[in-house]
């Protein structure tokens, strides 16, 4: 391997955004290094991240809270540029039922790391948030200077304080360069099927359920509510194709090498600055592959946001979307059907 390649930490790099954001990183020069505890994620993915690669991918099975194993990487992997950090719980309705899970496991996890970079001088971060932060916006669409409302969820209450915790030690002076994203609904899969969202268990994120109902897994998709402030009466997102959201994490570390400040921490909306309805997801995707979907209307789910969609204005990393839903969808249903091929 290379040692002229920026080494890149990536915390569940063995996840849905984060084994996408490895291929990125490869494709842009970068060596990622996969940390993972499988925990929701399957441990044959960092093999088809290295497939896509060209090579073999380090990688590590590794809790982030597990601040001696940290320690073991790190001092394994030598000279680190920078660490994207995607090792979190997500789903709002898990988040609901199970909050303690949460606040353990995600704030937790970023409590470790940032103590295990601090002592390994190790200065760059990339965070992944969301905007779930914003809870029910006062407007839309949704900018970096939108206020932080209180939380709809536990899961996003633990991505407000995860933000929090990074500006406490970018002002602690422990001479932290941070960008933290805050992603709307990334959606779709790698092009070449070979990877994709791959939930163990029930999926608590549309698209897949939209998935496995069009091939038979389940018998049915339940639209959560029909009662919103919308148009169709469904809640409103804006959803963004999973490639185009790593590559931004490419750009957020060409943000971390160009800054001169010693600290500091930059945040950016990843979005595509259109919203969608989930009944415009569900027409959009039959449209798009030709297969019919059975849905019914069901009661809404905890926690769950009415609309919300980014501004589409350039961001400070000079980074846009370039894929389309109808693109996303599409990428999304063949990942389903290469899933089906190898069982």
Known sequence: ????????????????????????????????????????????????????????????????????????????????????????????????????????????SLATLLRVMAHHQMPGLVFSSSCTVYGEPDALPVTESSPVKPASSPYGFTKQVGEQLIRDTVTAEKGLKAVTLRYF???????????????????????????????????????FGQDYNTPDGTCIRDYIHVVDLARAHVKALEHLAVHPAATFNTTVNIGTGAGSSVLEVVHAFQRVTQVPLKFRIGPRRPGDVEAVWAASEANVLGWKAKFSLEDALRDAWKWQLALAERT
């Open 185 to 223: 609904n990334p959606i779709g899969a790698h092009p070449s099927g070979l990877i994709g969202e791959l939930p163990l268990g029930p999926p608590n994120n549309l698209v897949p359920f939209i998935t496995q109902t069009a091939a038979g897994i389940r018998p049915e998709l339940v639209v």
């Open 1 to 108: 391997m290379s040692k002229q390649r920026k080494k890149v930490i990536v915390t569940g790099g063995a996840g849905y955004i984060g084994s996408h954001t490895a291929v990125e990183l490869h494709q842009a020069g970068y060596l990622p290094v996969i940390l993972d505890n499988y925990s929701n994620s399957e441990q044959s993915v960092p093999a088809r991240v290295s497939e896509l690669c060209g090579e073999l991918i380090p990688r590590y099975e590794v809790d982030c809270r597990d601040e001696a194993a940290l320690e073991d990487v790190f001092r394994q992997e030598g000279d680190v540029f920078a660490v994207i950090h995607f090792a979190a719980h997500k789903a709002v309705g898990e988040s609901v039922a199970h909050p303690e899970m949460y606040y353990e496991n995600n704030i937790g």
